[in-house]
């Protein structure tokens, strides 16, 4: 049973960076897509960063130019570097991966304050 354990989150004033890091549990994973979504309450879980196996990766408007998601296929690790975090960041984050069978972690508390 594939497991996501998620590290990185807390608490960070606007404008600061945090590093969100995702690791999955066994060897030999061929990982074929890594995502990180997030929630704020009140809201719908929305996709954040997508990373694919080649190394492609996608962002949303809102992040574009911030964010930065990275996978290390080795520790079958995924990354996402936050920077010039804002108030409206504020989110459980969680991340995702496809094996092709989907795996996600517990959610991860990141809060921006003002």
């Known amino acids: 049973q594939v497991q996501l354990v998620e590290s990185g989150g807390g608490l960070v004033q606007a404008g600061g960076s945090l590093r969100l890091s995702c690791a999955a549990s066994g060897s030999g994973l061929s990982i074929r897509v890594m995502r990180w979504y997030r929630q704020s309450p009140g809201k719908q879980r929305e996709l954040v960063a997508t990373i694919i196996s080649g190394g492609t990766t996608n962002y949303a408007d809102s992040v574009k130019g911030r964010f930065t998601i990275s996978r290390d296929n080795v520790k079958n690790t995924m990354y996402l570097q936050m920077n010039s975090l804002k108030p409206e960041d504020t989110a459980v984050y969680y991340c995702?991966?496809?094996?092709?069978?989907?795996?996600w972690g517990q959610g991860i508390q990141v809060t921006v304050s003002s």
């Open positions: 995702r991966m496809t094996l092709p069978d989907d795996h």
